[in-house]
């Protein structure tokens, strides 16, 4: 599918349906952040994003008003380190390859001399839970340079602040398009997603025989989901649309043709193209993007952790990639050209600086 001005007119034609649908005389804006706030609901421990309300539990600040200018302007201590400035924030995709990466993140930082409290990695970081799904309180994320962890899109700016200013208040995202922090993210065939994922959720289950109603019911059953209610479902739609509400992700999958699906999975998509994608099935050029991205992990190889062969019979992945994972195999395919085009340009470029390139090159 070509992503261009095809999209672009796809977009804008889903969100007007979706608007009109919703508030025909409302804002962009108020609806926006009328149906968040809906979504989220008074059970939620999340507070919608926007004004004084956001994810971080105020409005943004500046950097400067929490780092002296010593802090600040200090020189890097090895080459491509992240800057107070211009963190490195690794999306976290669940069941996607991506555990050893934050390791990997973690602890060739601090064996580089960086220091451990300007991490925040679950796991690794000390003081950081394994199970934590927001960073600390905002304050002390001011310094942090490496971030990583299953956060959505979009939350960060909320944590540790901008150096300019951010009107970082709405559910649609066009306020991202100058971000303030370097963004990666890794991404695997949905599919193979999917059974890894039902595979920890069913540690004893034989899938060797299992038909496709089987595997259906169970990745939408309660079981295939966390205590907090996160599902299997259409993770790279959940971390990149800066949705939070869950049953809107689980729809992408279960309702895949509905307007407000489409539009996710196309939003999730804008999204991406603003982060350095690596594709896990093509692990040779992912390696070499990532060691451009991120010079001082030049000796990780991180995508090659054994993948054993799929349980799953044939056909229920076909039928998968054709209903449940009919959206996300669209983000899917945007993903591994975007790490294509990514990748040509740092091939391209002449230029010794490790700053990510500007990649709007898929919207």
Known sequence: QDHSMGTVKRIDHLRQEYLEKYSPVKSRVETARERLREAVGPNRNRKFVGGKENLGG??????????????????????????????????????????????????????????????????????????????????????????????????????????????????????????????????????????????????????????????????????????????????????FSSSLAEDDINGVATDPEAIRSELLAEWAMENMNKCVTLVTDSPDEARELLHHVVPWLS???????????????????LELEQTLARNEMEVYAFAKNLMARQLERYRQSSSSSHELPDFDIGF
């Open 299 to 317: 000796e990780v190889r991180f995508i090659d952790k054994d993948m054993s062969a799929s349980m799953w019979p044939a056909d229920v992945r």
């Open 58 to 239: 105020g409005g943004l600040f500046s950097r400067e008003d929490k780092v002296s200018k010593e802090e600040l302007n200090a020189p890097p201590l090895f080459e491509g380190q992240p800057s107070i400035r211009r963190p490195l924030v690794y999306y976290h995709q669940r069941d996607s390859l991506g555990s050893y990466l934050e390791k990997a993140l973690y602890k060739t930082y601090v064996a580089k001399g960086g220091k451990e409290a300007e991490t925040w990695v679950p796991c690794w970081t000390p003081g950081v839970e394994c199970e934590r799904s927001l960073p600390r309180p905002r304050g002390e994320m001011a310094r942090v340079r490496v971030i990583a962890a299953h956060l959505p899109f979009g939350v960060i700016d909320t944590h540790i602040g901008r150096i300019e200013g951010l009107d970082f208040a709405t559910l649609w995202n066009k306020e991202f398009d100058d971000l303030s922090y370097q963004c990666l993210t890794t991404i695997r065939h949905p599919v193979d997603r999917l059974e890894a994922c039902a595979r920890r959720y069913f540690p004893n289950r034989n899938f060797e025989t299992a038909t496709f109603d089987e595997v259906y019911g169970l990745l939408t059953s309660t079981a295939g989901a966390s205590s907090a209610g996160v599902s299997c479902l259409a993770e790279p739609v959940r971390i």
